[in-house]
């Protein structure tokens, strides 16, 4: 691992760094609800909502799981049916399963307790490096370093880092220079301030650096090229046709079986049929993909497909859903006179 010369220099004003970096937090750090109590379990729920999931999103979703799910407990003895309806809307359904099976761990081999050391915290389902020194540092106020995409951003920037972050070597070195920025104690206070520096400060493009607490130890001659990434894989395009089919108050849904999504319910899959203007049209990301969700009206067929059932108008509240297709039912259900309030529990 190679780490940029700048930084070794700046090491040496380690303490200074962090001190200015605290009192810039004290005073400007937000007040969001997974600072206000150190509890690990709202800490783990946050940190995994948080992955792919911006924070003005979150806050509804967090609220309202700590209020049906408060504890390793209660999540670990839920139905997975109820925890993807509580998810559904967040996306990336895997870390809400994932969430579910680490309470379970929590519940069987740790007596309910997340246990405080990193090693054991990276054993769980669904923890990384990032995700384990995140909960080591927020929930048990560890000095162990976390690098999350904010302290990405200003790490390499700190540094000068002219590798690519989403290489081993790139990585490397900005793992080592959270490591060598950390405090004896107090990891908590530290990693909040560097990834809220990243959030308010030192953004991706036009960052305040005349702002910034720390700019009289920053490297970077030029801000915005950095952090340097590894060319992107072009995105590949992905039609979706379904089927909006309504027969005496009820819609046809049928249920998702692939790991990534399974559970989850959607609109009836077409296949290659052709029918005219679709009611509804919308595209979505999905990995290096982007997929164009079609939804056509077509009348029922004699016999269901393995997988479909017959949902009245009022029990589409009780099923999760994928989000394009919520997002379907919330812009075709006024077509039968009814509100989109309808599938909100
Ligand atoms: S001076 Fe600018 S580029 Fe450097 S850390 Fe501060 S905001 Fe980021």
Not at 205 to 219: E, Q
Not at 319 to 339: D, T
């Amino acid at each position: 691992m190679k780490i940029p010369a700048s930084f070794r220099d700046q090491k040496a004003h380690a303490a200074e760094l962090r001190f200015k970096l605290a009192q810039w937090f004290r005073l400007n750090g937000r007040d969001l609800p997974w600072r206000r109590s150190p509890d690990p379990y709202a800490v783990m729920v946050s940190e995994f909502m948080l992955q792919q999931t911006q924070v003005v999103t979150v806050i509804a979703y967090f609220e309202r799981w700590l209020k049906r799910f408060p504890d390793f407990n209660t999540l670990a003895a839920a139905s997975e049916e109820e925890v993807m309806h509580v998810w559904q809307g967040l996306g990336y359904y895997s870390r809400a399963r994932n969430l579910h099976r680490a309470a379970k761990c929590v519940v069987d081999e740790h007596g309910g307790q997340l246990p405080d050391d990193p090693a054991a915290i990276a054993r769980l389902p669904g923890v990384g490096r990032y995700t384990a020194g995140a909960i080591a540092s927020f929930g048990f106020d560890q000095a162990a370093a976390a690098v999350d995409a904010n302290i990405a951003r200003v790490l390499a920037r700190l540094g000068n880092l002219r590798e690519p972050i989403d290489a081993r070597a790139g990585s490397d070195a900005l793992w080592a220079m959270a490591s060598d920025l950390l405090p004896e104690s107090g990891g908590r206070e530290h990693t909040s301030a560097l990834m809220e520096l990243g959030a308010l400060v030192c953004l991706p493009r036009k960052p305040h650096c005349a702002l910034c607490p720390v700019r009289d130890y920053c490297a970077a001659p030029d801000p915005e090229l950095l952090p340097v990434k590894k060319p992107r894989r072009a995105s590949v395009r992905i039609d979706e046709n379904c089927a909006w089919i309504v027969e005496a108050g009820a819609l046809l849904l049928e249920q998702q079986s692939g790991t990534r999504w399974r559970g989850l319910w959607k609109l009836p899959a077409l296949n290659g049929e052709s029918l005219g203007e679709p009611l509804f049209k919308i595209e979505y990301p999905f990995t290096h993909h982007v997929v164009t969700l079609r939804v056509y009206g077509k009348s029922a067929e004699a016999e269901l497909m393995p997988g479909q059932r017959w949902f009245a108008f009022k029990e589409l509240a009780g099923a999760a859903f994928a989000a394009a297709h919520r997002r379907a039912l919330v812009a075709l259900l006024p077509l039968h006179g009814l509100p989109a309030s309808l599938l909100d529990s």
